[in-house]
Structures are given as structure tokens and as C-alpha cells.
């Protein structure tokens, strides 16, 4: 089992960068996928990142690929967000997750822990 607690959110200019930090406790956290998912008010969530088990496969959702980038360090307990060229659409809640299926998914059921997630607002 694993616990996702989220860190690096906060207020952004258009154009700019930040780094969402997950931090995942437990001994096997390599033995999960993990993911990131966003929820802007009033929408459902939506699915951003995963990465695999090994850091080997990752995906992106169409509207981050080319500007975001997901990274795990095993040795850390912790995968990273790296989000570059924000836009005010960007602004969400953004969620960490844990996935047994250890190499990702797009599908928030497949997850099987989350985060309480971390705020991120891209102003204009």
C-alpha cells in the first residue's frame, strides 16, 4: 500500500513553469504505476501523466503532450509533474495516483490510491 501526498502547486503567469512533486510512502512504491489527473471546477477529472512501474513508459494526455513531463525517482519514493509553457486552462487540482497495473493507465478506475491533490492556477 501507498500513500500519494502532492506538492508544488500554487500561482502562475501564462507562459510560465512548475514542478508538482508526489511523494508516496510505503516500501514498494516501485512496484506502482503512478499518474497525474486534473479537476477544474465544475468539470469531471481528467487524466494527465502516467508513468510505469520503471520510469520506462509514459503517457500524456493530447492537451499537455509537448509541454509536460513526468519523471519517477524509485530511489525517492517520488514521481514529478514538470509543467512548461502553462495556460490558463492548466488551472486545476492536480492528482496523484497509484496504479497496480504497473504499466499506467489512462483510466482513473485503474488507480487504485490517491492524493488529496494540489492546486495549480495559470493567471492570464
Known amino acids: 500500500q501507498v500513500q500519494p501526498v502532492e506538492s508544488g502547486g500554487g500561482l502562475v503567469q501564462a507562459g510560465g513553469s512548475l514542478r508538482l512533486s508526489c511523494a508516496a510512502s510505503?516500501?514498494?512504491?516501485?512496484?506502482?504505476?503512478m499518474g497525474w489527473f486534473r479537476q477544474a471546477p465544475g468539470e469531471e477529472r481528467e487524466f494527465v501523466s502516467s508513468i510505469s512501474w520503471s520510469g520506462g513508459t509514459t503517457f500524456y494526455a493530447d492537451s499537455v503532450k509537448g509541454r509536460f513531463t513526468i519523471s519517477r525517482d524509485n530511489a525517492k519514493n517520488t514521481v514529478y509533474l514538470q509543467m512548461n509553457s502553462l495556460k490558463p486552462e492548466d488551472t486545476a487540482i492536480y492528482y496523484c495516483?497509484?496504479?497496480?497495473?504497473?504499466?499506467?493507465?489512462?483510466?482513473?478506475?485503474?488507480?487504485?490510491?490517491w492524493g488529496q491533490g494540489t492546486q495549480v492556477t495559470v493567471s492570464s
Open positions: 495516483a497509484a496504479s497496480t497495473q504497473r504499466v499506467g493507465s489512462r483510466r482513473a478506475y485503474d488507480y487504485n490510491y
Open positions: 510505503g516500501r514498494t512504491f516501485s512496484n506502482y504505476a
